[in-house]
Nanobody
């Protein structure tokens, strides 16, 4: 079982930046994908970005591409979400999640993830 703990959320002004961190109790570099999601007021978890520690190349959704990007530090078992040019509509609870890596799988959907952190609140003021 993989345990995940997010940190780094908080209040930031529009146009500012924030870095979220996700500490994983364990992940085998080649086996897991770590993804970032946020929850809408309707309760839907929307995929933002993911990175496979084994591949090392992050992928971001079109909706946040150019503003949000994932990175990984294998030695520290940490995954980060760098968020720039934040907007009030980015306000949400943000989650990191872990799922086994399968070639060709789509990782911007929550159904491919088995483990979730508790979430961290990000609030962007106008």
């Amino acid at each position: 079982e993989v345990q995940l703990v997010e940190s780094g959320g908080g209040l930031v002004q529009a146009g500012g930046s924030l870095t979220l961190a996700c500490a994983a109790s364990k992940f085998t570099a080649d086996n897991y994908v770590i993804g970032w999601f946020r929850q809408t007021p309707a309760g839907e978890r929307v995929g933002l970005s993911f990175v496979s520690p084994g591949l090392g190349r992050p992928y971001s959704a079109d909706s946040v591409k150019g503003r949000f990007t994932s990175s990984v530090d294998n030695a520290k078992k940490m995954v980060y979400l760098q968020m720039n040019s934040l907007r009030p509509e980015d306000t949400a609870v943000y989650y990191c999640a872990a799922g086994l890596y399968y070639s060709g799988a789509y990782y911007l959907t929550p159904r491919n993830y088995n483990y979730w952190g508790q979430g961290t609140q990000v609030t962007v003021s106008s």
